[in-house]
């Protein structure tokens, strides 16, 4: 039996193991690596005859420092390593951004959310990233490390800004993704997260959608709304966040809002659904979420 | 030509090293180089779950992890269930449930509950069937499967 690994074998000519983030960020430094950790879209690209970005692989999946979920200082860093099952198994997500376990949850297969981590979801820039969806409504920045005159240097940029278009970021071939940042939700922030596929399991998103916000009878102020699956990349839908900001949820409210969505989305149609249908979902699921607040 | 890399790792209780291309699956080194045909490849794309196999204690999809990154690491697939006592429960509980009708799905059903029942034998049925959510079985076979894992993870407990 020919197996698709032995068809498309990857053309690697170098492989860098690191365990730290300085062997990392200098194995990516000449900009012709291709960093892998849990692997579970880049194996499953090469496969299917996707030239990897850079012909030295890198291993980044040792490097123990990009582990990890922790809060400090009102801020919570989840490390870009963290694996879909770390998050879903966090209890201080749990307790202060239960929307990201409740993201996880949703993703995939055990098999793969064993393996699959947060930065992963994030750098290889599906339009349907599950996790992108409600780390936009937290507004998460992303950290990115290089080397540069003879150490690490970092930057942080907004996770909006990082992505740019179906499998295409800001992030440079030299830099590595270290952490993904975002402030401690407050005590009466809500958050929920849905997403419609052929199956309940390992289904890539027709669309996915996160409202959040701060609730208070039957309004939400500091109003965030994402999509996936709806544009190039995840978006946030402001025009639709203006309208909602502290308006009583009434039935003219609500018809407005789904309006508004529809007026700024732009789906496709492709392989997993039609742009009509998509449209559809979308007004569907915030009329649930909108109602879901209503109802408390 | 793809680069060779030397890798040493922990399979089924015994230390190895192979010589394995850098753009090869765990999948295919199990299966080519180390004769173990338990693991099959099916979907290749961690859809089907056929592939399942358990590295340090967490199940995975073989065929979407870099070989490489085997070094080093505690490999077990359904070949090393089999003790000198005999079957491992969850293999004995298929057989007592007729949880196999083609077989094919079988290893990583397998491999999967015994990765379930390991993290809680004390699961739900609900649970189970969610644990199941990246195993396919085109025989459509579930029931069985899932009445198997009840009762090998009953066995389990304490």
């Known amino acids: 039996m020919v197996l698709p690994q032995q068809l498309n074998p990857g053309a690697f000519d170098d492989y860098v193991g690191a365990t730290s983030v300085e062997a990392g960020v200098r194995a990516l430094a000449d900009g012709k690596g291709t960093p892998v950790a849990g692997g579970t879209d880049l194996w499953l690209q090469k496969d299917l005859g996707v030239k990897p970005s850079g012909s030295r692989l890198v291993n980044i999946r040792r490097i123990a420092s990009l582990r990890g979920i922790e809060e400090r200082g009102g801020r919570i860093r989840v490390g870009a390593l963290a694996t879909m099952t770390d998050v879903l198994d966090s209890d201080l997500l749990r307790r202060l951004a239960p929307v990201l376990p409740a993201t996880a949850d949703r993703f995939a297969s055990v098999q793969i959310r064993n393996v699959a981590t947060i930065g992963g979801n994030i750098v290889n820039a599906s339009p349907a990233a599950d996790f992108v969806v409600p780390l936009l409504c937290l507004d998460a920045e992303v950290e990115l490390a290089c080397w540069r005159g003879e150490k690490v240097a970092t930057r942080r940029l907004p996770l909006a800004e990082l992505l740019v278009g179906p499998g295409r970021t800001r992030r440079e071939p030299s830099e590595l993704l270290t952490s993904v940042h975002f402030a401690t939700p407050p005590a009466d922030f809500h958050a929920a997260f849905c997403k419609s596929g052929p199956r309940p399991a390992l289904e890539i998103a027709r669309v996915s959608l996160c409202l959040a916000g701060r609730r208070a009878a039957r309004r939400l102020t500091c109003v965030r709304l994402a999509l996936g699956a709806v544009a190039p990349t995840p978006v946030r839908c402001r025009q639709t966040e203006n309208m909602l900001e502290g308006a009583a949820l009434d039935e003219g409210t609500i018809r407005r809002a789904l309006d508004s969505l529809e007026s700024e989305i732009a789906p496709i149609d492709d392989v997993r659904s039609s742009a009509w249908y998509r449209r559809h979902l979308a007004r569907t699921y915030l009329e649930e979420e909108l109602r879901r607040v209503v109802e408390g | ?158």
């Open chain 2, 1 to 158: 030509m793809s680069l060779k890399v030397d890798i040493v790792f922990t399979l089924n209780g015994a230390a190895v090293r192979a010589s394995i291309s850098a753009g090869a699956s765990a999948l295919a080194v199990l299966r080519e180089q180390f004769d173990l045909a338990g693991a099959k490849l099916a979907c290749g794309e961690g859809e089907c779950g056929a592939c399942t196999i358990i590295v340090d204690g967490l199940s995975l999809n073989g065929c979407l992890m870099p070989a490489v990154d085997l070094d080093g690491r505690r490999v077990e697939t359904v070949e090393g269930l089999w003790r000198e006592t005999g079957l491992d429960p969850v293999q004995r509980a298929f057989i007592e449930a007729g949880a196999i009708q083609c077989g094919f799905c079988t290893p990583g059903m397998v491999m999967q509950a015994r990765h379930l029942i390991d993290r809680n034998p004390r699961a739900s049925e609900a649970e189970i069937r969610r644990g199941l959510e990246g195993n396919i079985c085109r025989c459509t076979g579930y029931r069985k499967i899932v009445d198997a894992i009840i009762a090998a993870s009953r066995a389990a407990r304490p």
